[in-house]
């Protein structure tokens, strides 16, 4: 495909238009909630806004539940050299890395990473977000990336800057008629002036798309109103006990001067004639079906969002396979993004895979390599350690170690092992000759 001015600006106007679509989502991450704008206001009244970020809570907890524990990488045709050259080159970078990738895909419904070259001339990666990246794909089902453009801005400058990644080359554009101020606006007419380019290595757009879901949804975009209506309804019973200390005095067959109800105010005594009678006109609250209502409310939203709400009183004794059953919708829903974070891990493989090739001669595939996940989950390791007993005579010693929580590269340990072990042989050979 020929990259012209004009399919980048093209691809420019959407990025401006669903940056502005993001935001809401991004907004919402970040406490700025709807109610902070539409809230019924009441003249003479408490009016305070409360707002519960369930959406941070969510996400940070599913990265966490998916992501808590490094990825580990095995070898399929046990070729030790490239899961050393996985451990040494990317370690370093790459569990953090992930985390905020997974996290922004899940605010966004997508989120982007961008491979290149640090000054140090080593492989790493970046993660962009659709408020400042945009990726054209070619509309297959294979979804190959054609361009990919990235919207930025440098510090103490108040120009904005656009690169344009392609197969070979980035091209570097200034946004003339843009500033910094209008970062994630629509400009009306933005014109490109070009600043330079260089090559790089990878032979192919180094933009990886990585998706939320198949839809690419935010991942909290269909709760958002119940979330609304949790703050709503939480602010007005708040608000309604703060209003119930402003009860009236209600005086019957009796008339008091200003000044008189001062003094009552103050003495804390009040006199009415024969007949007369006082009382409090306050508010009744159904304080149980307030509680129902925001009971159901919260429930659904734990419902709608698979997740579990670990405030409950649990028993302090609740197995592991008993959680990983409370667990199993949650379970099912990051299967899926697991998948999606595998596919995006693949592709990362075999970008490293194109650098180690272009550095070191060394070529390997990257479909030699199995992904592994590890569940960031409580796990019961005297079940686990019968479980490795019973198998050992059937699968293999490395598969087997993958089991353990503790263990982040397996390979590597299975290596420690037969080392440690075969030390403890020579250090004993002599004693058992003597034997």
């Known amino acids: 495909m020929q990259i012209t001015e004009s399919i980048i600006l093209q691809c420019l106007k959407e990025l401006n238009q669903a940056a502005l679509t993001k935001q809401t989502y991004f907004d919402y991450y970040n406490g700025n909630h709807a109610i902070l704008k539409d809230y019924a206001m009441q003249e003479s009244r ?20 998916i992501l808590g524990k490094p990825v580990n990488y095995v070898s399929k045709s046990d070729k030790d050299e490239v899961v050393h050259k996985l451990d040494l080159n990317m370690s370093h970078w790459e569990k953090e890395h992930n985390i905020n990738l997974r996290k922004q895909s899940e605010i966004y419904g997508e989120s982007y990473e961008l491979n290149y070259l640090d000054y140090d001339g080593l492989f790493s990666a970046t993660v962009l977000t ?12 294979d979804r190959n990336v054609l361009m990919a453009i990235h919207k930025f801005t440098k510090r103490f400058d108040d120009k904005v800057y656009l690169d344009v990644y392609t197969d070979n080359e980035i091209l570097h554009y200034e946004l003339m008629g843009d500033n910094r101020n209008s970062l994630n606006e629509q400009s009306k007419s933005p014109k490109l002036q070009y ?24 991942g909290f975009q269909d709760v958002i109103s119940l979330f609304d209506a949790y703050n709503a309804l939480n602010s007005d019973l708040v608000n309604e006990i703060a209003d119930h200390r402003n009860s009236y005095l209600v005086i019957e067959n009796a008339k008091l001067e200003e000044e008189d109800l001062l003094k009552m105010k103050k003495m804390g005594i009040i006199q009415v004639p024969v007949g007369g009678k006082v009382t409090w006109l306050i508010k009744e609250i159904n304080d149980s079906f307030v509680k129902n209502e925001l009971d159901n409310l919260e429930h659904k939203i734990y419902d709608m969002m698979d997740q579990v709400n670990f405030n409950e009183n649990w028993a302090s004794n609740t197995s592991s396979l008993a959680l990983r059953n409370k667990l199993l919708n949650l379970e099912n829903r990051v299967a899926i993004r697991e998948a999606m974070m595998e596919k995006v891990i693949k592709g990362r493989l075999r970008n490293f895979f194109t650098y180690l090739q272009k550095k070191e ?27 490795i007993v019973k198998l050992k005579d059937i699968v293999s010693h490395e598969s087997l170690l993958a089991l353990l929580p503790f263990v982040e590269n ?20 002599d004693v058992k000759h003597a034997e």
Do not use: W
């Open 130 to 141: 659709p408020q400042n990246a945009y990726v054209l794909e070619d509309g297959t089902e």
């Open 46 to 65: 408490s009016n305070r806004k409360l707002i519960f970020n369930f959406p941070r809570k969510f996400v940070d907890n599913e990265v966490g539940y």
């Open 195 to 218: 600043i330079g380019k260089h090559d790089h290595i990878f032979g192919r757009v180094p933009v990886i798309s990585c998706p939320a879901n198949t839809e690419r949804k935010c």
């Open 361 to 387: 001669g060394v070529q390997y595939d990257y479909r030699d390599i199995a992904v592994k996940f590890t569940r960031n989950l409580p796990t019961d390791l005297v079940g686990l350690a019968d479980v």
């Open 410 to 429: 397996p390979k590597l340990e299975h290596n420690k092992f037969h080392t440690d072990k075969q030390r403890f042989m020579e250090s004993t050979g």
